[in-house]
């Protein structure tokens, strides 16, 4: 029975939670991070499994844990579970990854508990820290993770139009009611313009704008802006393959190539910075798809090598330069239907069912 108290072993780097990471999911980071020898790697995943099957999943990671909850382990912790707890510490400690043990009777909201512990919202988040050398800032899979350990790929890199959403009947389309038959040579045309500030270079509203007085187009800038660049729906099939993958262990994070209003739009309306481990928009990295650079750069953020991760798009050439750049890349698109999607990932040892 606990004795009113809660402990967590937690590591002093901050997550995308708010919180400090605790000891399991840290050593998990280390192994995505490809740092654990192989029979550290062995050891951990034989620790891993026996608190998959000992230790109850706490149901609010059923949905990605949208609350943002964390665990305390109740006091005092089962002597079989201290021996892997101090085991696990240990291999934090050979690696270099400094850790401390943290007590309270009131750790934060308790939404869930169990004989071994509680799940609890924090009264007080901090921002997320820089991650340390070494260290791939990725959850961790709800099951075992021997089929990712096995496989040489550790992680998904997804495109977003075309892959993730779409735009109903399409931009031309979509432009229509503003510049009827011109639409096609409108979109053409500002799309050139647009390229520098897919690097970041640049304020591209102003640049629309401008474009569609010389088209003749009355209706504010903002108004078209939002009517079309704005008119995105995400598909559903592909949230779901981006659950099962971060299910089964992976890594799963965006690689686009967006402007500055347009990637913001994503990242809060849309909810992409909750839903993907790692976000790259092109604005933000300073250089777009197909330049390898791009490439480059998502896999140093995403902190894994190359050759570890698969990418998916829509366009021939963003899959010449991934893989130029090292990556895996598979050319995909949502009018192929997700079962061709799952083959591609099985093609490559991922499992996405």
């Known amino acids: 029975m606990s004795d009113g108290t809660y402990v967590r072993i937690q590591v002093e780097y901050r997550g995308r939670l708010g919180v400090e990471v605790g000891l399991l999911v840290a050593v998990d980071h280390l192994r995505r991070g490809g740092r654990l020898s192989a029979a550290d790697e062995a050891r951990w995943l034989d620790i891993d499994d026996w608190f998959i099957e000992h230790l109850p999943n706490p149901g609010f990671y059923a949905d990605g844990n949208s609350v943002g909850a964390v665990t305390w382990f109740k006091q005092p ?11 696990v510490c240990g291999l934090l400690t050979a690696y270099g990854v400094a850790h401390h043990r943290v007590m309270s009777g009131d750790p934060g909201t308790i939404i869930y508990e169990d004989e071994f512990q509680v799940g609890v919202v924090p009264y007080e988040r901090g921002l997320q820290t820089p991650m340390p050398r070494g260290i791939t800032m990725t959850p961790s899979a709800a099951g075992s993770k021997r089929a990712v350990a096995a496989s040489p790929v550790r992680h998904v890199l997804l495109d977003a139009d075309g892959v993730l959403q779409e735009l109903p009947g399409g931009w031309y389309v979509a432009m229509e009611p503003y510049l009827g038959e011109r639409a096609r040579e409108f979109l053409h045309r500002t799309w050139k313009d647009e390229l520098p500030m897919l690097a970041g270079r640049g304020d591209y ?3 629309l704008a401008a474009t569609l007085r010389e088209f003749g187009v009355e209706v504010p800038v903002g108004d078209v ?4 660049w704005k ?3 995400v598909v559903e099939e592909s949230l779901e393959v981006v659950r099962r993958l971060r299910r089964n262990g992976y890594g799963v994070h965006l690689g686009t190539n967006q402007e500055q209003y347009r990637g913001g739009y994503m990242r809060t309306s849309l ?3 909750e839903l993907f481990d790692v976000c790259c928009y092109s604005h933000d990295l300073g250089v777009a798809k197909p330049d390898p650079g791009f490439f480059v750069e998502a896999g140093r953020r995403i902190g894994a090598e190359l050759g570890t991760v698969l990418f998916i798009d829509d366009t021939a ?3 010449d330069g ?3 750049a090292g990556m895996l890349a598979e050319q995909w698109d949502l009018t192929q239907g997700h079962e061709v999607l799952v083959e591609l990932f099985a093609k490559h040892g991922v499992s996405a069912r």
């Open 322 to 324: 991934a893989r130029a």
């Open 317 to 319: 050439r963003n899959i």
């Open 225 to 228: 802006y939002d009517a079309v």
């Open 77 to 87: 912790i089962r002597s079989e579970m201290q021996l892997l707890v101090d085991e």
């Open 231 to 233: 008119n995105i729906v």
């Open 205 to 207: 509203l102003p640049v």
């Open 271 to 273: 909810g992409y910075d």
